[in-house]
């Protein structure tokens, strides 16, 4: 089964432009035995939230600051609101969808990440739940994952990055490729002036964008979940943009499009 199944990260930034052929393209891969795992993001709408709750909110290198108060919201925002979104728009399409965050059959098992004085209730992946996916592929629905993290105690709840989670869940899972669907085409750099679409990059010239600052923000969490995945047994990440036609099914045919992690 795992040479049949791939991860999909959607990022919160590109949800809603996801067009329907994205989720078409889902049902016939899942018709065709390629099936998709996904794992969600949903940043801006937990933003957007704890605005209207008028909640605090803030960053600190690219992790939310989460307090008992925050995790509550983004609980509600990511286990909830968007997880069921996509469920619908999945089964809207024709294939059957299961959604779980990580608290559900102990999916994701999580610690605090090393900065929690700083950051709060932000949690790092230690295990991923394998066997509950796979038996959830095996009944024939496409599983959808929203980050929330269970700790070793099975009761405190961490928030985990989304891109993060993702590259857990293609490692664990043993997966061969792990796309990463956002707002961005890929990863740009400019180039003689122009900003452009590198076809791939490796990690070394990852880690010198980053020094440089050509590689910021939310890309972040992405090329450094990707770098972990490469290094490990997933031998394909792709970064596109969700709002490209096709873009499922052009990754999968090796068509070239957005940008590829290679080591
Ligand atoms: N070199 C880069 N190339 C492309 N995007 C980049 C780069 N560095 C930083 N970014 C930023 O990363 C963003 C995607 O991350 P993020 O907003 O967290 O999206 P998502 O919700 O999909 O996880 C882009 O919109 C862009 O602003
Ligand atoms: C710890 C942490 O920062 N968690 C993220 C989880 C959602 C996420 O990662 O969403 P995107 O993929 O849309 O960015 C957050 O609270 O925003």
């Given at each position: 089964m795992q040479e049949h199944c791939f991860v999909i990260k959607c990022g919160g930034s590109t949800l809603a432009a996801l067009p329907d052929v994205f989720f078409i393209d889902m049902h016939n891969l899942q018709q065709a035995g390629t099936i998709p795992v996904i794992v969600h993001g949903g940043g801006p709408a937990i933003s957007d939230t704890l605005a209207k709750l008028g909640i605090e909110t803030g960053f600190i290198h690219g992790l939310r600051k989460t307090n008992e108060e925050v995790l509550d919201v983004v609980e509600m925002v990511l286990a909830g609101q968007i997880n069921k979104e996509i469920v619908r728009k999945i089964q809207r399409f024709g294939a059957k969808a299961l959604g779980l965050s990580g608290v559900d059959g102990h999916l994701i098992l999580a610690q605090p990440v090393a900065n929690t004085a700083e950051v709060g209730f932000v949690g790092e992946v230690t295990a991923i739940n394998a066997t509950l996916i796979k038996g959830i592929l095996a009944m024939g629905y496409i599983p959808v994952i929203a980050p929330i993290g269970l700790g070793e105690d099975g009761n405190q709840r961490y928030n985990i990055n989304a891109d993060t989670a993702a590259g857990a869940v293609a490692s664990f899972l043993g997966v061969e490729r792990m796309i990463v669907v956002t707002?961005?085409?890929?990863?740009l750099k400019t180039i003689d002036g122009v900003k452009t679409v590198l076809p791939t990059v490796t990690v070394q010239e990852i880690e010198a964008m980053i020094t440089s600052g050509e590689i910021y923000g939310g890309m972040i969490p992405k090329v450094r979940a990707a770098i972990q995945c490469i290094q490990g047994r997933v031998s394909e990440v792709v970064i596109v943009d969700g709002a490209e036609p096709e873009v499922l099914s052009r990754v999968l045919q090796g068509s070239g499009i957005g940008t590829r992690i290679v080591k």
């Open positions: 707002d961005v085409p890929g990863i």
